[in-house]
């Protein structure tokens, strides 16, 4: 790898944890990256590492062209601007349209799975943003991520609580992925030599439905779980009436609409062959997290 490489919401999940992997597991010079964040202030352990660090703010193109000045590759992280005002795309564009503007020589961009079809309400910004980083120019590496492992966490501790799992996505599979596992096979893709353009989607090795995630669920916790099947207006009047904040539901609806189509039911082995690493099982994982899904 050569040039200087801007890695933007470093100071997020994801970001945090394909630096690790770029510096510990791929031995990337830490001279060689650059640390975007809104707040630099997060980047001390990375700066204290020999990590260049820099405000990276998506909704200021002024912090955006001296942040991706000298900048050979970025990788952008997706963000998580998801307010239904189109924030999220708005970012995403003028980050591709600076990376542009400085002669960045590659983008690495980190997107979901069949966005073209998918039904989860933000996936247009994801294809936009892609359509955007083919038309600029620039060689680029996209990486669709799937389906984390970590957002079980979303709706598993209050199923396992009330030993009901309320869901529409009937008989559809996910192969969820751990976000450690996608974030070394971003590192890896990052730190391998330079190829042509290319699109990977990142999954687990196995698909579920939410009937076999419920029975794994409840053997790595010892609490029985029963999925309630319900179609999508009936999922979305329990959110309501369980308080979930209006804005959200269509979003979490779609989760499990998106699910129920088969329109995120593909497994790859491109996690496995970018890293060199099997990713977790999700029954490895399940049983790994039986303190968080205890409450």
């Known amino acids: 790898m050569t040039g200087k490489l801007l890695v933007t919401g470093a100071s997020g999940q ?25 707040d630099v202030a997060k980047l001390s352990d990375l700066a204290s590492r020999g990590v260049e660090t820099r405000e990276v703010d998506f909704n200021d193109a002024g912090t955006l062209a001296s942040a991706f000045a000298g900048v050979d590759r970025v990788i952008i992280i997706s963000t998580d601007a998801l307010d239904g005002e189109g924030t999220r795309l708005r970012q995403h564009l003028a980050a591709v349209a600076a990376a542009k503007s400085a002669g960045v020589g590659r983008i690495f961009y980190t997107s979901m799975p069949n966005p073209a079809e998918s039904k989860v309400t933000f996936a247009p910004d994801h ?7 083919k038309t600029s120019g620039l060689a680029y590496t996209i990486f669709r991520n799937g389906w984390y492992m970590e957002n079980l966490f979303m709706a598993l501790p209050a199923a396992l609580a009330s030993g009901q799992w309320y869901s529409s996505a009937g008989t559809g599979k996910i192969a969820h992925i751990a976000r450690d596992d996608i974030a070394r096979a971003i590192a890896a893709g990052v730190a391998a030599p330079a190829s042509d353009s290319v699109t990977y989607t990142l999954t687990g090795p196995v698909a579920y439905t939410t009937d076999e995630i419920a029975a794994m669920a409840a053997k790595a916790t010892g609490k029985p779980l029963t999925v309630v099947h319900l179609n999508d207006e009936q999922l979305a009047q329990g959110m309501a009436g369980a308080g979930v904040p209006a804005p959200f539901i269509p979003t979490f ?23 060199g690493a099997q990713p977790m099982p999700l029954e490895a994982f399940l049983d790994a997290s039986k303190a968080a899904l205890l409450g």
């Open 127 to 133: 294809l936009k943003t892609e359509e955007a980083i």
């Open 253 to 275: 609806v779609s989760f499990d609409a998106n699910t129920r189509e088969g329109k995120i039911s593909m497994v790859t082995t491109d996690a496995a062959t970018l890293s």
């Open 14 to 38: 994801l970001g945090a944890a394909v630096l690790h992997h770029l510096i510990d597991s791929y031995k990337v010079p830490a001279s060689t990256i650059v640390a975007g964040s809104r």
